[in-house]
């Protein structure tokens, strides 16, 4: 009976309260005062990130520690992808507030539910054994389905609401199948013990063998990787936009780290069992992502394949095994994050009196409507695409550096052809915004810290992209790279 | 033969024979009835493991709440079987496959090395008399597990909200009541005193 120094996961702790409070707020709110929650809701944020980044009241200061008896960890990795699930978190707020606005759907419900999302996403970040994966994978899954159902009269949405909750289930309880045959076979369920069992047991066990594969097959329902990625186009283009927006960003952070507790923390010994089956993952999502986003009209459809591909990428850093592979996965998930806020916002701010800007039709002509966010939307697909100097190419050189170190070169040339075949689509945007004429003359206009937000979100493709040699370092330090 | 084996074997046939009714019985609220025995078959099973404290709550939770739930919810939704049992041919080659699948599954499983041997699982000894069932799962859920116990409490709020907000709807022309503007009312908005003339009784 150990529970440590409960302090380590103040964070969650304030998150939690808050998000009661909030809860609670609401209901003395007449209709008109509801942007109290949204400042109420940043101001979470901002003083989470504070919390988390003081950091030193552990003894050990980036020295990974444990609480509540091993079950919760604390270490760099959590801390830095727990703050930038602040600062993606905090522009989805200040994006959505405005879309929700627009189509009347700017209710407190929407920041009660994601930021218990929020509290799931640092829990999974910092889970140290399979209850806690599972409980944090669970609390961010409900919320995100009642999320997706949140435009309660959208038949679309209540459709893709469905579905996502009939397959995430599903995924929760082929996870849950192979967690139970790992804590039969190891008999406990703290991932250190699990790993001191495994080598002891050897990697020729049958019993975890099977348990691996049904973990891996959950894992990959959740990241939404070939062949398991079905419900990924569908939720994406039912859900309300806001919806979107959150679960594109945030949620993909919290199962990076899940599969990299997983996999290495836990697993580390069926290192060569488990490569094998994602690499078979990686391959299959990163070609038919990006073949499929080609085929596609309505851009949350084309975004949500090109997530596929992205996926795919990040499984790719974890494949190696390697230190420098798992930063440069680490990186590319908050990358992705990063871009994904971004496009979304785009779509957000180009949707005018209740109709969502959908279509890729919809950013034709964009740089005679507008030149700034024509070039913000510019920097993003570029960024998407992998082209130099933004960070995008930094995300995918690294993740296919890590697997050549690893001689994986067959993987490696098809991550890269099909990265060229990805920047078809991508550029096709580019060419829409500046090269077409404009459907509509209508005049795009936002709130100012919406557009504050966005241009930064923009810029930062560029700047993180010149300057990526620190965000890179703290990655590759997290992993003792 | 000890009586708990006779016990054992006696609960665990009901147990089985209860679980194929579940899929065989054509009408849902038999079917349902039939998981309530089986539920209560696997409960007695559990008191003889000496875990009463599970036990009842298995009876409490699943027979109490959820089965009483899932009768309310075949009862009033008048749900007609038949079409979902169209195809059961089509669909059987992929359902034997399947089964197949996962009862080798089971059996490597069960034969593999570790844990699940049955020599791993020794008969354990009885507990002394004032062993308390509820105070040990109690102990470990405020300590071992204190973490998961109160995220698990978290995931029950969320779904609390999540309901309500997708399901709560305010009518435009609903009838709702307004404690506050009740308790304010004062005596002149309900009360109106009026003067009339006395009116001379009829039929005198």
Same mark, same amino acid.
């Given at each position: 009976?150990?529970?440590?120094?409960?302090?380590?996961?103040?964070?969650?702790?304030?998150?939690?309260?808050?998000?009661?409070?909030?809860?609670?707020?609401?209901?003395?709110?007449?209709?008109?005062?509801?942007?109290?929650?949204?400042?109420?809701?940043?101001?979470?944020?901002?003083?989470?990130?504070?919390?988390?980044?003081?950091?030193?009241?552990?003894?050990?200061?980036?020295?990974?520690?444990?609480?509540?008896?091993?079950?919760?960890?604390?270490?760099?990795?959590?801390?830095?992808?727990?703050?930038?699930?602040?600062?993606?978190?905090?522009?989805?707020?200040?994006?959505?507030?405005?879309?929700?606005?627009?189509?009347?759907?700017?209710?407190?419900?929407?920041?009660?539910?994601?930021?218990?999302?929020?509290?799931?996403?640092?829990?999974?970040?910092?889970?140290?054994?399979?209850?806690?994966?599972?409980?944090?994978?669970?609390?961010?899954?409900?919320?995100?389905?009642?999320?997706?159902?949140?435009?309660?009269?959208?038949?679309?949405?209540?459709?893709?609401?469905?579905?996502?909750?009939?397959?995430?289930?599903?995924?929760?309880?082929?996870?849950?199948?192979?967690?139970?045959?790992?804590?039969?076979?190891?008999?406990?369920?703290?991932?250190?013990?699990?790993?001191?069992?495994?080598?002891?047991?050897?990697?020729?066990?049958?019993?975890?063998?099977?348990?691996?594969?049904?973990?891996?097959?959950?894992?990959?329902?959740?990241?939404?990787?070939?062949?398991?990625?079905?419900?990924?186009?569908?939720?994406?283009?039912?859900?309300?936009?806001?919806?979107?927006?959150?679960?594109?960003?945030?949620?993909?952070?919290?199962?990076?780290?899940?599969?990299?507790?997983?996999?290495?923390?836990?697993?580390?010994?069926?290192?060569?069992?488990?490569?094998?089956?994602?690499?078979?993952?990686?391959?299959?999502?990163?070609?038919?992502?990006?073949?499929?986003?080609?085929?596609?009209?309505?851009?949350?459809?084309?975004?949500?394949?090109?997530?596929?591909?992205?996926?795919?990428?990040?499984?790719?850093?974890?494949?190696?095994?390697?230190?420098?592979?798992?930063?440069?996965?680490?990186?590319?998930?908050?990358?992705?994050?990063?871009?994904?806020?971004?496009?979304?916002?785009?779509?957000?701010?180009?949707?005018?009196?209740?109709?969502?800007?959908?279509?890729?039709?919809?950013?034709?002509?964009?740089?005679?409507?507008?030149?700034?966010?024509?070039?913000?939307?510019?920097?993003?697909?570029?960024?998407?695409?992998?082209?130099?100097?933004?960070?995008?190419?930094?995300?995918?050189?690294?993740?296919?550096?890590?697997?050549?170190?690893?001689?994986?070169?067959?993987?490696?040339?098809?991550?890269?052809?099909?990265?060229?075949?990805?920047?078809?689509?991508?550029?096709?945007?580019?060419?829409?915004?500046?090269?077409?004429?404009?459907?509509?003359?209508?005049?795009?206009?936002?709130?100012?810290?919406?557009?504050?937000?966005?241009?930064?979100?923009?810029?930062?493709?560029?700047?993180?992209?010149?300057?990526?040699?620190?965000?890179?370092?703290?990655?590759?330090?997290?992993?003792?790279? | 033969?000890?009586?708990?084996?006779?016990?054992?074997?006696?609960?665990?046939?009901?147990?089985?024979?209860?679980?194929?009714?579940?899929?065989?019985?054509?009408?849902?609220?038999?079917?349902?009835?039939?998981?309530?025995?089986?539920?209560?078959?696997?409960?007695?099973?559990?008191?003889? =493991?000496?875990?009463?404290?599970? +036990?009842? @709550?298995?009876? !409490? /939770?699943?027979?109490? #709440?959820?089965?009483? *739930?899932? $009768?309310?919810?075949?009862?009033?939704?008048?749900?007609?079987?038949?079409?979902?049992?169209?195809?059961?041919?089509?669909?059987?080659?992929?359902?034997?496959?399947?089964?197949?699948?996962?009862?080798?599954?089971?059996?490597?499983?069960?034969?593999?090395?570790?844990?699940?041997?049955?020599?791993?699982?020794?008969?354990?000894?009885?507990?002394?008399?004032?062993?308390?069932?509820?105070?040990?799962?109690?102990?470990?859920?405020?300590?071992?597990? =204190?973490?998961?116990?109160?995220? +698990?409490? @978290?995931?029950? !709020? /969320?779904?609390?909200? #999540?309901?309500?907000? *997708?399901? $709560?709807?305010?009518?435009?022309?609903?009838?709702?009541?307004?404690?506050?503007?009740?308790?304010?009312?004062?005596?002149?908005?309900?009360?109106?005193?009026?003067?009339?003339?006395?009116?001379?009784?009829?039929?005198?």
């Amino acid at each position: 009976m150990n529970n440590g120094n409960m302090l380590l996961a103040a964070p969650e702790f304030w998150v939690l309260i808050m998000a009661c409070v909030i809860l609670i707020v609401d209901l003395f709110l007449s209709k008109e005062r509801r942007g109290i929650i949204h400042m109420l809701a940043m101001l979470t944020l901002v003083f989470a990130a504070i919390i988390t980044a003081r950091g030193d009241y552990g003894t050990g200061g980036l020295a990974s520690e444990t609480a509540f008896n091993g079950s919760f960890i604390r270490d760099s990795m959590g801390d830095v992808l727990k703050l930038f699930s602040y600062l993606i978190l905090g522009l989805v707020y200040i994006y959505s507030k405005f879309c929700l606005r627009q189509f009347r759907m700017f209710r407190a419900d929407f920041y009660t539910l994601s930021l218990f999302a929020l509290l799931g996403v640092m829990l999974l970040i910092s889970a140290n054994s399979l209850v806690t994966i599972y409980l944090g994978l669970e609390l961010i899954s409900l919320s995100s389905y009642a999320l997706v159902a949140y435009d309660r009269d959208s038949k679309m949405g209540s459709e893709a609401a469905m579905k996502y909750f009939v397959l995430g289930s599903m995924a929760s309880g082929m996870l849950l199948y192979g967690m139970s045959m790992i804590y039969g076979a190891t008999g406990t369920l703290d991932l250190q013990q699990i790993a001191a069992a495994v080598s002891e047991l050897g990697s020729d066990n049958y019993l975890l063998i099977f348990g691996l594969v049904f973990l891996v097959v959950g894992l990959a329902f959740k990241l939404g990787v070939v062949p398991f990625h079905m419900w990924i186009p569908d939720v994406y283009q039912g859900a309300p936009v806001a919806t979107t927006l959150f679960i594109a960003s945030v949620p993909k952070m919290a199962a990076f780290a899940m599969a990299f507790r997983l996999l290495q923390t836990g697993l580390s010994d069926l290192q060569h069992d488990w490569s094998q089956m994602i690499s078979i993952l990686v391959v299959l999502s990163i070609i038919l992502g990006n073949l499929a986003a080609i085929a596609q009209t309505n851009i949350k459809r084309m975004l949500a394949y090109s997530t596929i591909s992205h996926m795919g990428f990040v499984l790719m850093g974890l494949l190696p095994g390697t230190a420098s592979g798992f930063g440069a996965g680490m990186f590319y998930v908050i990358v992705y994050s990063m871009m994904s806020a971004a496009a979304f916002g785009m779509i957000i701010l180009l949707s005018a009196r209740g109709v969502e800007a959908d279509k890729i039709d919809d950013f034709k002509g964009l740089n005679q409507r507008n030149s700034w966010y024509a070039a913000v939307m510019a920097m993003v697909m570029f960024s998407m695409a992998g082209v130099p100097v933004f960070v995008g190419f930094f995300a995918k050189w690294l993740v296919i550096k890590a697997a050549l170190d690893a001689g994986l070169f067959w993987l490696a040339i098809v991550a890269v052809v099909f990265s060229v075949v990805g920047a078809f689509y991508y550029l096709r945007i580019v060419k829409l915004m500046y090269f077409d004429e404009p459907v509509s003359e209508a005049e795009i206009d936002a709130p100012v810290d919406f557009r504050a937000a966005i241009s930064l979100n923009g810029i930062m493709m560029l700047g993180l992209g010149i300057f990526s040699s620190s965000l890179i370092a703290i990655c590759m330090a997290s992993f003792g790279a | 033969m000890p009586i708990y084996e006779i016990v054992f074997y006696v609960f665990s046939l009901v147990m089985l024979g209860g679980a194929v009714m579940v899929i065989t019985v054509r009408n849902p609220v038999y079917a349902a009835l039939s998981l309530v025995l089986t539920f209560f078959s696997a409960s007695a099973i559990w008191m003889l =493991l000496e875990v009463e404290f599970l +036990a009842i @709550i298995l009876i !409490l /939770v699943y027979v109490g #709440a959820v089965m009483v *739930l899932f $009768l309310f919810v075949v009862m009033m939704l008048d749900i007609n079987v038949d079409p979902l049992k169209e195809g059961f041919i089509r669909y059987l080659p992929a359902g034997i496959v399947v089964a197949l699948l996962m009862a080798g599954e089971l059996l490597v499983v069960m034969w593999s090395k570790g844990r699940f041997e049955a020599g791993s699982y020794p008969i354990p000894a009885a507990s002394p008399v004032e062993y308390s069932n509820t105070k040990a799962v109690g102990e470990l859920l405020f300590t071992e597990y =204190l973490l998961a116990f109160e995220v +698990a409490g @978290i995931v029950l !709020l /969320v779904a609390i909200i #999540a309901a309500v907000a *997708l399901t $709560l709807r305010q009518r435009p022309g609903g009838h709702r009541q307004n404690p506050s503007l009740q308790v304010r009312v004062q005596r002149d908005e309900r009360v109106r005193l009026v003067k009339m003339k006395p009116e001379p009784r009829q039929g005198s």
